[in-house]
């Protein structure tokens, strides 16, 4: 392997390109987890995290991906055998349902194409069905990261109350938080499920749970075993700052760095940067000739952008090519999208250039590897970002 000048690409949809600044907060040497300068750091970080989520209540951190977190929501929760809704948005909403499965709950998938994000509809009408209320939690993905599909969360909550339904409402923002705005406690979220790896720009390593009131309430009467996930212990840290065992440190110092650069961004500038970028990727996939995965623009992902190729395209060659020849990774079709589609992510610590490399990344990929598409996306993109903010706003 020869050297590669320059900076790697990593343009899959998380984990994301992480920092200098968190990088260099990370480096610092690893300090006892029982003495009073971790005390201050664990404090700092849980305070400081809660606004990210858009709460005021505890957020729990484990070490951990978060296929953990995902675990922590459903085994504090819940109780052997209790029916959990989910809805297929694509190949992440799937895993979970499996786990739900793996862990002996009673999951119920409404199905979908892939293509649109949980219907607050179908929610409602199987609600209104479960007159015993059998149906313990909706469990849904915010953000689904197979698909470039984003979910109306406010919606499906006035779906919940609409059918006038106890069931709590579990929510994975593994791949919109920090990233596409989110409200906890304003869109009556029970458990919001998080990684580092994405919006949060950090390596991947913790996983976080943000909890309710009727959450805490429910994890007093659920039955299901648990003990690395338990959160009760876990709420230790939000009172004393210290851990139940030994914490990820060095991530920690990252989370520290990454709440500040939050802040100093502000989190409205960070979403409306998400939101610009990915309008900018739609413009060149459309000029390519290409469709977008996700068909209601209202659900338009701004984290990133699932492509779908023609037929006689192989997406998986477009990328190695792409790799091995411009030094960018780009997200594959999963599942269900194996082979048809490719997946940009435009996430985390990003700005106009590195789009416009990331894009032009693409569309070289595509001229050297000989697909039949329209020149003139990169140009279509830089036009939109180019533009004044009030020519932006109109052309939206
Ligand atoms: N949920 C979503 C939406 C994801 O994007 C991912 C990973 O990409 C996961 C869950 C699983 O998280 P992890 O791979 O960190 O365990």
Redesign the pocket.
Known sequence: MSYKSGRHFLQI??PTNVPDRVLHAMSYPTIDHRGPDFKALGAEVLEGIRPVFGTTNPVIIFPS????A?EAALVNTLSPGDRVLMFETGH?AT??RNMAQRLGFDPELVDSDWRHGVDPAAIEKRLVADTGHQIKAVAV?H???STGVTSRIAQIREAIDRANHPALLLV?T??SLGSIRYEHDAWGVDVTVA?S??GLMLP?GL?FNAVSDKALAAARDAAQPRSYWDWEEMMGPNESGFFPYTPATNLLYGLREAINMLNEEGLDNVFARHDRHAEATRRAVRAWGFDIVCENPEEYSSALTAVLVPDDVDPDALRRLILEDFDMSLGAGLSKLAGRAFRIGHLGDFNDLTLAGTLSGVEMGLQRAGVAYQPGGVQAALDYLAAPEAARAQSR
């Open positions: 949809p998380g991906s978060g296929t953990g995902w992440f895993l979970w993905v953000n689904e990261t994975d593994i791949s990684g790896q994405k991947p996983g």
